[in-house]
């Protein structure tokens, strides 16, 4: 069989190409940084892996392929390289990769540029109009419902799904664990991020944990994981009104709409690498907080029935509001709180809110602000459907 010269220039370029992917496959697999330059412990993104396999193997690859996969890798919209400043490319080039000064002055103006056009593009797609606010409070470990025991290691896992989130987003916190994690995976974010280390006492919903514990330990008082046996959950429950508030009232991002997520709103997406944005909700109206309907909401049931069976109508996952409404909302909702205290009742934000809209609720409190309670269409989790409604996908060029 007689091969042309076409044919057998071909197979060399497909046989060099497999060689190459070859080696690439070989060595990705094996690099793992316990802990970068840039200060994060946790392990890089593959992406990340190969990028230094194919540069601490002082790469044979020509410096047009070289050029290429590392431009890829460094302006990834899922790796933390496209972070890296001109020192820090010049760095890693001096040190791990055998290219000639001319090579490399190319390669650091090319990644350079590509890394401040991403960047750019990543600015002018976070919301101008819409902060999300968050809090973890070091409760310890507890037990939650049947669903096992949650604890700080746990939270910082599923904390991991505010990564690529592209809103002004507020974190407040009294771990110092769980603050260095959240300036870790926000680093890129820095600039759209404010997190508030302080000590929980100083929040108006926890100065009545004592309150809370008395009622609590009423006998026969039932029991409901950690709502009712645990008084500083129920305490940081009811905080988030306090903290939404705060954050409007020292304008700390200016924006017209404020929304609480808790942590794990999107614990099933801690994996996942898209960039998103948090878009207020259609139809919302602006004179009310947007919330996740979970059950339907029966006016005559008596409050005291509401907390002692722990009894649900809206999700207190995600809450949604303009700014003056929700410091309106803060001032009214502490009043419910203490009226239900009085009363030797408590539990959640979930109860307090479904009691304040119950006829006996509207006759003793007399709200102002009604609730838009947003009904879950399937498929997905009906607890977390206000969040998925609001969740839009950026793509990264």
Request: glycine letters at 4%; proline letters at 4%; charged letters at 20%.
């Amino acid at each position: 069989m007689k091969f042309s010269y076409q044919t057998g220039f071909f197979i060399c370029i497909i046989l060099v190409v497999l060689l190459i992917f070859k080696d690439i496959y070989k060595y990705s697999f094996q690099f793992t940084l316990e802990k970068n330059a840039r200060g994060s412990d946790a392990n890089l993104d593959i992406s990340e892996d190969l990028f230094y396999s194919l540069i601490y193997r002082n790469s044979s690859l020509n410096s047009t392929m070289m050029d290429k996969v590392i431009s890829r890798l460094f302006t990834s919209p899922h790796s933390t390289l496209s972070s890296m400043n001109e020192t820090d490319i010049e760095n890693i080039l001096d040190q791990n990769v055998n290219i000639t000064n001319s090579n490399k002055n190319w390669t650091i103006s090319f990644l350079v540029s590509k890394i401040r056009r991403h960047q750019q593009f990543v600015r002018k797609c976070v919301s101008k109009n819409f902060t999300l606010v968050t809090a973890y409070w070091d409760l310890g470990t507890f037990r939650k419902g049947s669903a096992g025991l949650f604890s700080t290691s746990l939270y910082k896992n599923l904390a991991l799904s505010f990564r690529y989130m592209l809103n002004p987003f507020v974190i407040y916190t009294d771990s110092l664990e769980f603050k260095n994690l959240m300036e870790t995976i926000r680093k890129n974010l820095s600039f759209c991020t404010k997190i508030i280390y302080m000590n929980r006492t100083n929040i108006g919903a926890f100065k009545l944990v004592d309150k809370i514990k008395k009622i609590y330990e009423q006998p026969n008082y039932p029991k409901y994981y950690p709502n009712t046996v645990n008084p500083a959950y129920a305490a940081a429950q009811n905080a988030k009104y306090n903290v939404m508030a705060e954050t409007y009232r020292h304008g700390l991002f200016n924006t017209t709409y404020y929304g609480w997520i808790d942590v794990g709103y999107f614990r099933d997406l801690v994996d996942a690498k898209d960039f998103y944005v948090m878009v207020v909700p259609p139809d919302f109206d602006p004179t009310r907080l947007a919330f996740n309907r979970v059950n339907p909401h029966v006016e005559t049931t008596d409050p005291l029935t509401v907390f002692r069976d722990n009894m649900v109508w809206v999700g207190e996952g995600m809450v949604i509001g303009k700014g003056n409404v929700i410091e309106e909302y803060e001032r009214f909702y502490q009043r419910a709180v203490d009226f239900f205290l009085d009363l030797k009742l408590m539990n959640t934000d979930q109860q307090v809110i479904y009691s304040v809209y119950t006829k006996k609720g509207r006759q003793s409190l007399k709200p102002e602000i009604e609730i838009q309670p947003y009904l879950p269409k399937p498929p997905g989790n009906a607890w977390f459907y206000l969040g998925f409604l609001c969740r839009k996908v950026i793509k990264i060029p």
